[in-house]
């Protein structure tokens, strides 16, 4: 623990309603962030409801008996919107101005936020928001431990004036038989507070630190001035539309039934034609032996018309095609299979929204980015955020391209731009461009550092050994040689 840090230890009985320890600013604010968390609790488990599939049957009462509402349907449609959104923004490390700023980028692989990363994005897409915090890591942890929560978690108060949190709450542990939450920890500009519930009493743990900020930063999907804390991707239209597929994929279960069981009817019958045989038994029977009624006459036996599931599909369609526009993805992602193969270009056009979608998504998340990566430099460094270098400022977040282009696209791209500006093959730009990930983009520029490094090491020995004078060649000695001819 650096003297960035300090901790104190308060071990009191809570009286009704407020914790012991905390100044009344901190307690008020404890109290609005609960509130906020209570408020937002049952709404943001119904998203995730339509997230899992699992959004209860919204049944009209019109043509659904009571009896058939048993069966079990779900649709994925809401977990398709998310899902494609998110997987087109991945997080590639931080760049710099000076240089790459390699113990960020070795924290944030200590914390394996690349995974942490692509974890909270789904989340904020389903709650509107998702919550990172960063703490000085204990033993056996990260010197900066990042960790993350969604909005059923967590809640947090706006600044406006800053616009950043004023402070922020994460519910750290749920016990006890109803759920109820029994750890918090509270983020202050000056403090991180951790509350805990045990045998009737809390025990606070306050650590007090001089960053400037309270540690804990939200990622917001389209954030507006009214609503600092964002909208969720599962909106009310997305819920509606939902609704109704869940409705008629269950009258398309129901129609199925009686499309591969059509109706028959027989004219005159009596009751002993089922007198052995259920009427089930009877219809599906291989022979249908039906004998003449007491007058005599012979029974009509008719069926009546074949009901057709085309309407009930083509209704499925336009649900379908509701829902992509709602949610700016290509119908096909919603199963919904044209009947011509569609071009590269026309499949780059339905993909167009979305990908305009993952740049702004990228753009908004990369401000957040930022402060995690300032406020963990701010730990590794231990100093404050506004006492950081200039070059330790400037540090931006980089993303993978949302258009996912093929291999030979970006490659074809690329020799094009080199061609024009050689200069930009000797870049890491160029590497980015053609695809490769961060890791194999460090393991390249390594082995070409350490083939570089011997090649100089050669062409030194090389220039050694020619600048070194010849060896003196070798004389005989005359004074000990023997006489000739003796």
Same mark, same amino acid.
């Given at each position: 623990?650096?003297?960035?840090?300090?901790?104190?230890?308060?071990?009191?009985?809570?009286?009704?309603? =407020?914790?012991?320890?905390?100044?009344?600013?901190?307690?008020?604010?404890?109290?609005?962030?609960? !509130?906020?968390? *209570?408020?937002?609790?049952?709404?943001?488990?119904?998203?995730?409801?339509?997230?899992?599939?699992?959004?209860?049957?919204?049944?009209?009462?019109?043509?659904?008996?009571?009896?058939? *509402?048993?069966?079990?349907?779900? $649709?994925?449609?809401?977990?398709?919107?998310?899902?494609?959104?998110?997987?087109?923004?991945?997080?590639?490390?931080? $760049?710099?101005?000076?240089?790459?700023?390699?113990?960020?980028?070795?924290?944030? @692989?200590?914390?394996?936020?690349?995974?942490?990363?692509?974890?909270?994005?789904?989340?904020?897409?389903?709650?509107?928001?998702? +919550?990172?915090?960063?703490?000085?890591?204990?033993?056996?942890?990260?010197?900066?431990?990042?960790?993350?929560?969604?909005?059923?978690?967590?809640?947090?108060?706006?600044?406006? =004036?800053?616009?950043? $949190?004023?402070?922020?709450?994460?519910?750290?542990?749920?016990?006890?038989?109803?759920?109820?939450?029994?750890?918090? $920890?509270?983020?202050?500009?000056?403090?991180v507070i951790r509350i805990m519930y045990s045998l009737g009493v809390w025990n606070m743990v306050r650590e007090t630190h001089t960053m400037g900020r309270p540690l804990i930063e939200p990622m917001v999907f389209k954030r507006s001035n009214d609503r600092p804390f964002g909208r969720s991707r599962i909106n009310?239209?997305?819920?509606? /539309?939902?609704?109704?597929?869940?409705?008629?994929?269950?009258?398309?279960?129901?129609?199925?039934? +009686?499309?591969?069981?059509?109706?028959?009817?027989?004219?005159?019958?009596?009751?002993?034609?089922?007198?052995?045989?259920?009427?089930?038994?009877?219809?599906?029977?291989?022979?249908?032996? /039906?004998?003449?009624?007491? !007058?005599?006459? @012979?029974?009509?036996?008719?069926?009546?018309?074949?009901?057709?599931? *085309?309407?009930?599909?083509?209704?499925?369609?336009?649900?379908?095609?509701?829902?992509?526009?709602?949610?700016?993805?290509?119908?096909?992602?919603?199963?919904?299979?044209?009947?011509?193969?569609?071009?590269?270009?026309?499949?780059?056009?339905?993909?167009?929204?979305? @990908?305009?979608?993952?740049?702004?998504?990228?753009?908004?998340?990369?401000?957040?980015?930022?402060?995690?990566?300032?406020?963990?430099?701010? /730990?590794?460094?231990?100093?404050?955020i506004n006492e950081l270098t200039t070059e330790q400022r400037n540090i931006l977040p980089k993303f993978r391209n949302p258009e996912q282009p093929s291999v030979v696209s970006s490659s074809d791209a690329i020799v094009k731009q080199v061609s024009a500006i050689p200069w930009i093959a000797e870049t890491r730009?160029?590497?980015?461009?053609?695809?490769?990930?961060?890791?194999? @983009?460090?393991?390249?520029?390594?082995?070409?550092? =350490?083939?570089?490094?011997?090649?100089?090491?050669?062409?030194?020995?090389?220039?050694?050994?020619?600048?070194?004078?010849?060896?003196?060649?070798?004389?005989?000695?005359?004074?000990?040689?023997?006489?000739?001819?003796?």
């Amino acid at each position: 623990m650096s003297e960035v840090w300090t901790k104190q230890l308060y071990s009191v009985t809570a009286p009704p309603g =407020r914790f012991g320890e905390l100044t009344d600013d901190e307690y008020f604010d404890f109290v609005k962030l609960l !509130n906020v968390w *209570q408020a937002k609790k049952a709404r943001n488990a119904k998203r995730m409801q339509y997230y899992d599939g699992k959004m209860p049957l919204k049944d009209l009462g019109i043509s659904i008996p009571p009896i058939l *509402q048993k069966i079990d349907i779900s $649709v994925g449609w809401p977990a398709k919107a998310v899902n494609a959104l998110a997987s087109r923004s991945v997080f590639d490390g931080f $760049v710099a101005g000076a240089g790459d700023p390699e113990a960020l980028n070795l924290a944030l @692989i200590d914390n394996d936020f690349g995974t942490l990363y692509a974890q909270t994005v789904r989340d904020e897409l389903i709650h509107s928001c998702a +919550f990172f915090t960063v703490t000085h890591g204990g033993d056996g942890e990260p010197d900066a431990l990042i960790s993350a929560y969604s909005a059923e978690r967590a809640s947090a108060l706006w600044d406006g =004036r800053k616009k950043r $949190v004023k402070c922020g709450m994460v519910v750290t542990e749920i016990g006890g038989a109803v759920g109820d939450p029994i750890e918090f $920890v509270m983020f202050t500009n000056d403090s991180v507070i951790r509350i805990m519930y045990s045998l009737g009493v809390w025990n606070m743990v306050r650590e007090t630190h001089t960053m400037g900020r309270p540690l804990i930063e939200p990622m917001v999907f389209k954030r507006s001035n009214d609503r600092p804390f964002g909208r969720s991707r599962i909106n009310r239209a997305v819920m509606s /539309i939902t609704d109704d597929a869940v409705r008629f994929r269950f009258l398309m279960e129901i129609a199925s039934e +009686f499309y591969v069981a059509p109706q028959r009817y027989i004219l005159g019958a009596t009751d002993d034609l089922f007198a052995d045989n259920s009427m089930w038994e009877a219809y599906i029977g291989n022979l249908l032996a /039906i004998s003449r009624d007491e !007058n005599g006459d @012979i029974p009509t036996v008719g069926q009546f018309p074949q009901m057709t599931m *085309q309407p009930l599909v083509d209704y499925m369609r336009q649900l379908a095609a509701s829902f992509a526009g709602e949610t700016n993805i290509p119908v096909s992602y919603l199963g919904v299979i044209h009947d011509n193969p569609a071009s590269a270009e026309a499949m780059h056009a339905a993909n167009e929204e979305l @990908i305009i979608e993952a740049q702004e998504l990228n753009s908004s998340n990369g401000a957040a980015l930022r402060n995690i990566g300032l406020m963990v430099t701010a /730990i590794l460094e231990e100093t404050p955020i506004n006492e950081l270098t200039t070059e330790q400022r400037n540090i931006l977040p980089k993303f993978r391209n949302p258009e996912q282009p093929s291999v030979v696209s970006s490659s074809d791209a690329i020799v094009k731009q080199v061609s024009a500006i050689p200069w930009i093959a000797e870049t890491r730009v160029a590497l980015e461009k053609l695809g490769y990930s961060e890791e194999e @983009i460090v393991r390249m520029t390594t082995d070409k550092r =350490r083939v570089q490094a011997n090649a100089v090491l050669d062409k030194l020995e090389a220039a050694t050994a020619k600048t070194e004078p010849p060896p003196m060649p070798q004389t005989e000695d005359h004074n000990n040689a023997e006489p000739e001819g003796v």
